[in-house]
């Protein structure tokens, strides 16, 4: 079974994160009439390509599933990853299917060459079921300005784990992202829904796990329902990432 990994969480390791917001920049290019709401689902536990899919489905909306392909099948802590054919199953209904590496590894500590073969596995799976991974997601939200240019140069957006919301001109290299996880998630997303709105920005939210039961870095059902209909309540379009970056 996959277990836990615990990122740097140093002062060292923040500081350094930070640092690379300032580095290998490349400004989005977003002009919104209305706010914008993306949800995302990083490594794709089964019951997010299945229960989390299917609560945007049921009001026409798509999201965006930042793929380990290394990971399919495998029993993990967040549940049972989804296999090759359920990720296929996203693309052929609509869904955006990203990137997040293939071994799900921390970009920072992971050599350059070692990563360039890892991002090679993956995107390469995610073609096969015909997708090309044109974005991507930082696992763990780890991120260095080594790792950023290097990235950068492959994919069409970046994506972290930093809570803000995405205006023009803002860095499609680093875009923030924040989590519906934990006991005070669904609370948290909402709140930066209305914040979404009162500035008509583009708000990315994130999750894993989809189901009754979730881990700490998931959410229920029906608390990923709600945010949808508070969303679509208060206004907002909801798009995927690539939709939102194409437009």
Same mark, same amino acid.
């Given at each position: 079974?996959?277990?836990?990994?615990?990122?740097?969480?140093?002062?060292? !390791?923040?500081?350094?994160?930070?640092?690379?917001?300032?580095?290998?920049?490349?400004?989005?290019?977003?002009?919104?009439?209305?706010?914008?709401?993306?949800?995302?689902?990083?490594?794709?536990?089964?019951?997010?390509?299945?229960?989390?899919?299917?609560?945007? @489905?049921?009001?026409?909306?798509?999201?965006?599933?930042?793929?380990?392909?290394?990971?399919?099948?495998? @029993?993990?802590?967040? %549940? +049972?990853?989804?296999?090759?054919?359920?990720?296929?199953?996203?693309?052929?209904?609509?869904?955006?299917?990203?990137?997040?590496?293939?071994?799900? #590894?921390?970009?920072?500590?992971?050599? $350059?060459?070692?990563?360039?073969?890892?991002?090679?596995?993956?995107?390469?799976?995610?073609?096969?079921? %015909?997708?090309?991974?044109?974005?991507?997601?930082?696992?763990?939200?780890?991120?260095?300005?080594?790792?950023?240019?290097?990235?950068?140069?492959?994919?069409? $957006?970046?994506? %972290?784990?930093?809570?803000?919301?995405?205006?023009? !001109?803002?860095?499609?290299?680093?875009?923030?992202?924040? !989590?519906?996880?934990?006991?005070?998630? @669904?609370?948290?997303? +909402?709140?930066?829904?209305?914040?979404?709105?009162?500035?008509?920005?583009?708000?990315?939210?994130?999750?894993?796990? #989809?189901?009754?039961?979730?881990?700490?870095? !998931?959410?229920?059902?029906?608390?990923?329902?709600?945010?949808?209909?508070?969303?679509?309540?208060? %206004?907002?379009?909801?798009?995927?990432?690539? @939709?939102?970056?194409?437009?």
């Amino acid at each position: 079974m996959i277990q836990p990994y615990t990122p740097d969480v140093s002062l060292a !390791g923040k500081l350094r994160r930070r640092f690379a917001r300032l580095t290998h920049r490349r400004p989005a290019s977003i002009d919104l009439r209305r706010p914008v709401v993306s949800f995302t689902f990083d490594d794709i536990p089964a019951s997010a390509a299945h229960a989390g899919a299917e609560a945007l @489905e049921r009001h026409d909306a798509r999201g965006t599933f930042y793929v380990c392909a290394g990971l399919f099948g495998q @029993e993990g802590h967040m %549940g +049972r990853f989804a296999a090759a054919d359920e990720i296929g199953a996203l693309v052929r209904k609509g869904h955006e299917v990203a990137g997040h590496t293939h071994n799900h #590894v921390d970009c920072h500590r992971t050599s $350059s060459n070692d990563l360039k073969a890892d991002l090679d596995a993956n995107d390469d799976a995610l073609r096969a079921l %015909g997708s090309p991974s044109l974005h991507f997601a930082y696992p763990y939200g780890e991120v260095s300005p080594r790792s950023k240019k290097q990235l950068a140069a492959r994919y069409a $957006s970046l994506r %972290g784990v930093h809570k803000a919301l995405v205006h023009d !001109g803002d860095d499609r290299n680093q875009l923030p992202g924040v !989590g519906i996880e934990g006991a005070d998630g @669904e609370a948290v997303a +909402r709140a930066w829904i209305d914040r979404a709105v009162a500035e008509r920005a583009w708000l990315i939210l994130y999750t894993h796990d #989809v189901r009754e039961a979730p881990s700490p870095w !998931g959410c229920t059902p029906a608390a990923l329902d709600r945010l949808i209909i508070h969303a679509r309540a208060v %206004g907002c379009d909801i798009r995927t990432v690539g @939709e939102v970056l194409g437009a």
